[in-house]
């Protein structure tokens, strides 16, 4: 049993296998949640595009660490491709703008298939994802993690504790905000930098009149920002154009440029990218 | 490692008593979902309050198995309260309308306090929430399980075989569908019945012009329902007054019992207990 004192993971013979592979990636970035159905995969995917779209493109990676319900394929048009495995790994398969994916739905026969793992098999395929997979050269690998505080989020930390950072994403109610505060301090346990947190599903424009109903409520993100003094990186609006374009496997900052949604996530990128750059310094 | 081929759960020596204390309980109905957020726990939390505000004060469990994000206690207006543990085990917290709760939340000593553990410890918290809680002759023990297909549910369900059946909760996306699939699958490869789907945040009507706006679009809970050949439950609207009314810790089919949220959400517990009532024949 591995409580919160454990100080590193199990050790695998690929351990020397995953550092070179990773260290062939300039920059790490973890996408996590307290609660689940937050907008996590929604923020992963555009953030992806997004520097794939501004100087790097076929030099981003997106690893989908969610096992049990991977919704990245889903999102970027990918459903039914399959991982192609050689004799030294296998190779991710490639998405828009050349975003190099991997993905367990992937791995699966169908969309219906669940994966009923427990926790050390988890680890182990998390584990792979990072050793066995070719990524190559790459100038960010950004990594979609499952709500909570469990297996995946803490063999990906344990695992690469060169992480630049993680991105938290909440919607704003109180619900959601006490369970942000319990992903800042899983953060903090493991010495990784918070770069700050993303308020989605932040207030709704009614498309006829205009009127904007704050559906689950506001401020909540940046309420527990300022309490636990992490940075507040924006708030995106809701917007039923956001969830049709990822039915349809769009990213949204690529097929609404002009979208509020897409201009509230750009300034999120520019804060991403100052993090980043101060870092370098 | 254990994968879906497992048969049994690992015997601890509690599994006697763990029968023992179950077999006091005449229903169980366990709320899960594939992807998170979507409105798991304020279903687990209203069917609770509903079964107890009609006819079953005071003999309706409540069990919070999402032990990394536990939103039940704050739901519930029950923040702060812990479990009294004596020598011959632990009382749950009693919230509205004798409600018995039990969480992780009332064992950890603030809201920020994350559960970093790992599979093995998770499926031992669950045993003990079943076997060393002192539940007492109850009608009904609801079980509000974390999104995915792992420990908890596997656990749970497992510990559980006697289970009248899961509710599966979902919001109309294509995304969560998939999802859905997975859980539904989980289910059957469980032997476990799908009593049915509910399709939560299905459209939002602007307070001030009434006009509706399918923001996470319409009908995925009933067509992957139709797909599956499970029965579908009904749809509950997106309306910020459930939001708030969660935050604030009220149920809100009490506080809004003539809200459009709380006539859909009785029309599906009318359809649960039809269900318990075929099932008795």
Known sequence: MQTTNETKPPAFKEDTILRKRMDKIKHKIAVI????????????????????????????????????????????????????VGPVGALPAIGPLGVKVVSMQF???????PVVWRGPL??????????????????????????????????????LPEMDGVVIVTIPSEVSQNVVEK?????????VPVIGIVENMSGFVCPECGTKTHIFKTGGGEKVANAFNVPFLGRIPLDPRVCEASDAG????????????????????????????????
């Open 33 to 84: 949640s307290g609660k689940g159905g937050v907008g996590k995969t929604l923020t992963a995917v555009n953030l992806a595009i997004s520097f794939a779209n501004k100087g790097h493109e076929n030099k981003v990676g997106l690893l989908d660490a969610d096992l049990h319900g991977p919704c990245v394929p889903k999102m970027l048009g990918m459903e039914g491709q399959k991982l192609k």
């Open 183 to 191: 992903a800042i301090t899983f953060s903090r346990q493991l010495n």
């Open 107 to 113: 791995l699966l026969e169908g969309n219906e298939v």
């Open 250 to 281: 769009n990213p949204f900052i690529l097929q609404y440029p002009d979208s509020p949604a897409t201009k509230a996530f750009q300034e999120i990128v520019e804060k991403i990218k100052a993090f980043l750059q101060e870092k370098e310094k």
């Open 122 to 159: 988890k680890m182990r395929a998390i584990q792979q994802f990072l050793s066995d997979i070719l990524w190559g050269e790459l100038d960010f690998l950004f990594i979609d993690l499952p709500p909570g505080t469990g297996d995946e989020p803490l063999s990906v930390l344990k695992l």
